[in-house]
């Protein structure tokens, strides 16, 4: 189990890090909305361009009536929102100490790895340098769910679910379904939906409050 | 994320978190803007795409992505002289190319608003440097405004067409890629109409800058600068907030930083935030300086705000301590984070900040190198097949000016085909430059967008002067790495109204090129190779420029063309009986939906990723990429 201690800082701040076409940009807005749905202020940095081309990326979600501006400080994010294993590591200077990741465990191997120029690290040896910074770590083969839920492509969804069970954020769980609900038309919802609650579910067995 | 349709709604005080190119593109609206002209640039790209998506539904609106910035900047500038409100779009690089028109326009002046949009890129996210286009507005002598984020964004977009209108000057209107590609909440406000034909007035004395003209422009226009420093003085965008001894002044995104480093540091002090940054208000910095026996001044990129704040303290002979870049405390280079800002004002304060950031900055040092990953071509790119041709045939010997766009990815290995770039249309002039130096082979690459943007006139100067050089013409059919934006080769305007595409290699041939060929850079790895080495051995042999027009359709396209389709997909595989794990595959093409597995030591195709092309077919040589089911 890993405990979430209750959240009292006036903002939350939240880093979601990936690849390329993974879904973090959507996720990190319809994560604002729905909070600024539940009427709280709310900021998004993005970036876009070169960024897109299947390379790194990095989205920051802040919420709560401190955030000015998009920028996440390193050690100030309460919780990660890790699409890939070493995107996370790449990304992991921004948690607060004992603040929590969540971390799908598949991984996308980057193609200097498949060109034989550098060896991927081994997942341990991943974990082992996640946990110099914060013991909190909660992970699981989101994309696995998401293929379970209907389609790879919901995998945004699955670590979305994550994250509202961990309840660090102030959004609520029918906000949150309420905004997949408005963002996908016809026949993606129920698959995204779907995959939210698998998501959530399953951060809710391993995390205690 | 939003629909540029959702940005239509006439629901006064209706709160939208947008993105402030979303927020700009609202403002539009609001303000009653009749014509947008534009070149799509990264961070301002989505600006554009929304006021396409919109110009359709919009009466007494017109919207063009124009040819270039320097066209962008000539529409939408004479259509404010002709009489109605008119906004120019660009990225920090593509003001340097409308720079020309954009100094005579101040001299001559608008008779309705005008907005000159120009998006800096701090930390170079996307562009090939950082310059800091605010000091344009101090040459031109232009009106310039700031906004630090979305909600600011729309509102100071109304208030510049205000401040153009009263001082009948175009107004430089700066954002940078953090304020352009950040959310938050903002308001809406009510739709403006807009004019109908309006009648040009002609007077030629005003709007002709011959030179006896530019003369008695040239007083005219300091003399409205002189109008606008009153304006600076009195704006509520240039204001001060909280008490302390302290003294800050801020400008754009970077106040944001400053109001939280406050905050988290819990320091009293006086903050002047200032959103009309040229002129700066002398009188109302000269007595902030007045009040305070220390000043920070904290701003991204140069020195502009502080340059101004020294200038104003001498001036007035005013003693206080200025603090900013020229004493180090703040950098020139990069984006600014709220941790600059702690760090600068705790050394400034003799404290420690809260965070021992350079514990964490140690922990990090710990962790090894891990496998970069940096933006690709994506997988079933077009480029990398022609990339791929035109290595195999010169066997990486020639030399590769390369161009703007997502192409200029093909900088990494294995690929490795860009070789010098300089901005928009540098491939072939550069080209130019390197043959008749050298006497290498050299084999320029340009996109199809960039070619008509900037490309034209090295053609000319290529034909007419004899350049030995090779032009490869990557045609895919839009401008792909802003975001897809029509160009004059697509047959699609602004207003989404279909019209006949100019075709490249009829241009090329109208401007005397002797030797153009298209090809299909999927039809045949084999026969793209021969293309390419027949063009080389012409231009060798002739001592001319040659153009090969490599067409075939962006991967994002295709994609989409396919999902849209009720087609059955033709998904490739590899044969894993007939791969020897030779990795050629990928050493030398290295598609992102190819990867090596470990485990059976065979390279394997990511059928999420795969977008079909085929093109890694021709580069198995054990022949074991296969195309159907398995």
Redesign the interface.
Known sequence: MIRIDCNAAPTVNMVLTG???QGV??LA?MM??AA?FDGH????????????????VTCTVRIGP?A????V????AQLILGFEP??T??E??FVVPEGLVILNSHIQ?????????????KHELVLA?IR??TSKVLEFDALDVAKTAGG?GSLNMVLFGAAIASEITPISRSTALRSIHESFPGKFEEVNARAFTIGYSIAKDKLSY | MVRAMDLLQNEPGKKMLLLANEAIARGVLEAGVRLVALYPGTPSSEIGNNLTAMAPHLSNFYFEFSTNEKVAIEVAGAAAVAGVRSLMVCKGPGLNVAADPFLSLAYVGVRAGMVVLVADDPSMWSSQNENDSRFYALMANTPMLEPSDSSEAKSMLLQAYDISEQLELPVMFRTTTRVNHSRSPVELGSIRERPDKVQFVKDPFRFVPIPSVAYKRHPWLLGQMEKALKVSESTPLNFSSGTGSLGIITSGVAYNYAVEALSRMNIEAELLKLGLTNPVPEHMISEFLKRHTTVVVVEELEPFVETQTRRIAQLKRITVDILGKDQGYFPRTYEYTPRIVIEALSKILNRKTSIDWEAIDAKVREIPPLPPRPPLLCPGCPHRATYYAIRAATRGKAIYPSDIGCYTLSIAPPLETADILFDMGSSITTACGIAQVTGQDVVATIGDSTFFASGLPGIVDAVYNKHPICVVILDNRTTAMTGQQPHPGTGLTGMQEKVTPLDIADVCRGLGVQYVRIVRPFDSMVDLVAEVRQMVAWTRERKQPSVLVSREPCAILTAAERSRSEEPLQRYYVDTTECNGCRRCLTRYSCPAMYFDPESGRALIDETLCNMCGSCVAVCPQGAIRKGER
């Open positions: 690849v390329g076409g940009l959507t807005d604002a909305r600024m202020n709310v900021r998004v940095g993005e970036i876009h361009g070169m960024a897109q081309r299947g390379g790194h401190c000015t501006g998009p920028i400080d390193p050690g100030t070493i995107e590591l790449r992991i200077q191997m980057p193609v200097a790895v498949s060109m034989g120029q550098i060896d991927y690290p340098l110099k910074f790879a």
